[in-house]
């Protein structure tokens, strides 16, 4: 099948990996930017503006959970989050930001995909910490260990796997959403298979569809292996079952 | 020179464009059914096949689970080449993502059953089609509803993706808006799309209500 043959000579190419002209390109006002006909230069944009949206909602999401989840309060919220970035399509968030003062390009999606990335770190993180026995918080607060210890020191390792898998959850979403910007004039992977299809070149789109699969499925690997690896070994079939 | 004027929601838009936006809105809607019944169908007799034999439990939920990660649009560019551009593509697109949640919901709720149930409607003699659609089913309907409202309200928002491939419901709407900076356009297609995706599910939960009445008394009394 000519298709296969198509996606094969692409993906075995090194001018498609390198690029016409390097990894870079030039800009209008003097700066640069990753070049789009580059499969490496493309992954590493794509990395980045997934590391930066997951960074970005990491950073509110897990002081918000962790103190929500100490008062246990707001369980309601995290829930009604939760639920509305399911029903809405980031699509319509990547266009809605397009057409206002926000823009389009990469800044604009790496804040739609940090907005989808929220919920399911804030939902863990809350769920986490709001579940360590009562007990075990009774018994830390009794020791005379103070609110702000009994947060961080007690409840916070106890609730990590549950983070941990929310986190996971998050990056490799992230990295599946990311392919979404090129509709929207953004880079990362996704562009491969927009270009294909405007181009009708199908055997490009298959491969683009191949490396961009196989980037979530690596990351997603990775967080797992991650989130293996820090969580302390008794804690970890309590993940397992979480998860 | 001032520029015209582009505002967010406009009912003037809404009025000249009823025709398309309702034939989109409609493509949109029997889309996602579709899908979600496909899926079910599928996915019940999965579930059903995993609780009974053991082994293939792990394997039918990795294999879901991994077909889960891979992302919408890389899923429609893998399809595109071989099912052509438009609605099969994306129906079948759909399908795929629909399935994990229902197979993991239905798979939960099945082997949530009391034994202890099972075992007395085994007693009586209920043989196990019987069993299976008598006893465990009406059982197992919490979380089978639960999985078919994600499912749905997911499907939804996943049915704009199929932009790539030319056939997106709402999402068409969306995306020509974005061409052409026609904000009206955007913000009408995306309020419809979470405005359907409400309705939708709270159309399953209605019925839900109505095809258990046991679980509403349960709460009331």
Redesign the interface.
């Known amino acids: 099948m000519s298709?296969w043959t198509d996606a094969w000579d692409y993906i075995t190419s090194s001018t498609s990996w390198m690029g016409q002209n390097g990894l870079t390109r030039p800009t209008f006002d003097g700066g640069w930017s990753w070049a789009h006909d580059s499969i490496l230069a493309l992954t590493i944009e794509h990395l980045y503006m997934s590391a930066a949206a997951v960074i970005t909602a990491a950073a509110i999401a897990l002081p918000l959970g962790i103190v929500l989840g100490h008062v246990r309060r707001g369980g309601g919220l995290t829930v009604v989050l939760s639920?509305?970035s399911?029903?809405?399509?980031?699509?319509?968030?990547?266009?809605?930001f397009?057409?206002?003062a926000i823009g389009?390009g990469n800044r604009a999606v790496i804040i739609a995909a940090a907005i989808f990335a929220f919920p399911p770190i804030l939902t863990n993180t809350f769920t986490g910490m709001a579940g360590v026995d009562a007990d075990v918080r009774e018994a830390a607060l009794g020791q005379g260990l103070t609110r702000m210890q009994v947060a961080l020191r007690v409840e916070l390792p106890l609730a990590w796997p549950l983070i941990a898998a929310g986190l996971r959850t998050s990056a490799?979403q992230t990295?599946?959403?990311v392919?979404?910007a090129?509709?929207?004039a953004g880079g990362g992977l996704?562009v491969i298979?927009?270009t294909?299809?405007a181009t009708q070149r199908?055997?490009e789109?298959?491969a683009?569809?191949?490396l961009?699969?196989l980037l979530?499925?690596a990351v997603?690997g990775l967080m797992a292996t991650l989130q293996k690896g820090l969580t302390p070994p008794p804690l970890r079939i309590r993940a397992r079952s979480a998860a | 020179m001032d520029a015209p004027p582009n505002p967010w929601l406009s009912w003037r838009y809404v009025e000249n464009n009823w025709g398309e936006i309702s034939d989109q809105l409609t493509i949109h809607t029997t889309l996602t059914l579709e899908a979600v019944a496909i899926a079910f169908a599928i996915a019940f007799p999965l579930a059903v096949l995993a609780r009974n034999v053991r082994w293939l439990a792990g394997p039918v939920l990795g294999t879901a689970g991994v077909l889960y990660t891979v992302p919408s649009l890389a899923l429609f560019a893998l399809l595109a080449p071989f099912t052509g551009i438009g609605r099969t593509t994306v129906l079948i697109g759909l399908v795929t993502y629909a399935l994990l949640v229902l197979v993991r919901n239905i798979l939960t709720g099945l082997e949530g059953v009391d034994p202890d149930i099972i075992d007395a409607a085994k007693g009586l003699g209920y043989g196990r089609w019987r069993l299976l659609f008598g006893v465990e089913l009406p059982h197992a309907l919490p979380s089978i509803v639960a999985g078919l409202r994600i499912a749905t309200v997911t499907t939804v928002a996943l049915v704009t993706v199929g932009v790539v491939v030319g056939y997106g419901g709402l999402g068409q709407l969306m995306f020509r808006g974005f061409q052409s900076n026609y904000r009206a356009q955007i913000a009408t297609s995306a309020l419809l799309c979470v405005v359907l995706a409400l309705a939708l599910d709270l159309a399953i939960l209605l019925a839900a209500r109505w095809l258990m009445p046991w679980a509403r008394r349960r709460r009331a009394a």
């Open positions: 298709v639920n509305i399911r029903a809405m399509p980031t699509l319509a968030l990547l266009t809605l397009a057409a206002s389009f490799a990295v599946a959403t392919p979404l090129a509709l929207v996704g298979i927009n294909g299809l199908y055997g789109v298959l683009g569809g191949v961009v699969a979530t499925l997603d």
